[in-house]
């Protein structure tokens, strides 16, 4: 079992930028691929980026590519989410995800563990 707590969602004009971090409960945290996904208002949960075990593989979605960055620290159990040039609509709620498969994926339902989420409003 993986507890996940995200956190540094908040407000913040468009071009500007947030950190967000996940910390992670679990001994066995660095077994575990690690994704953000987001959901709007009215929309489907969306997949975001990913980062593989040992963080020499990262997959992003081609919205984000060039201002999002993922990145994890298997030392202190956290993954986060470097978000720069924000615009409105990066508007959403930000999970955190774990996973055990090996190949990293953005399908929502290969992700059994998940955080409660962290706002990010972008404003224009």
């Known amino acids: 079992q993986v507890q996940l707590v995200e956190s540094g969602g908040g407000l913040v004009q468009a071009g500007g930028s947030l950190r967000l971090s996940c910390a992670a409960s679990?001994?066995?945290?660095?077994?575990?691929?690690m994704a953000w996904f987001r959901q709007a208002p009215g929309k489907e949960r969306q997949f975001v980026a990913t980062?593989?075990?040992?963080?020499?593989?990262?997959y992003y979605r081609n919205s984000v590519k060039g201002r999002f960055t993922i990145s994890r620290d298997n030392a202190k159990n956290t993954v986060s989410l470097q978000m720069n040039s924000l615009k409105p609509e990066d508007t959403a709620v930000y999970y955190c995800?774990?996973?055990?498969?090996?190949?990293?994926?953005?399908?929502?339902?290969?992700?059994?563990?998940w955080g409660q989420g962290t706002q990010v409003t972008v404003s224009s």
């Open positions: 980062i593989t075990r040992n963080s020499i593989n990262t």
């Open positions: 995800a774990a996973s055990t498969d090996v190949v990293l994926t953005a399908i929502p339902g290969r992700y059994p563990y």
């Open positions: 679990t001994r066995t945290f660095s077994s575990y691929s």
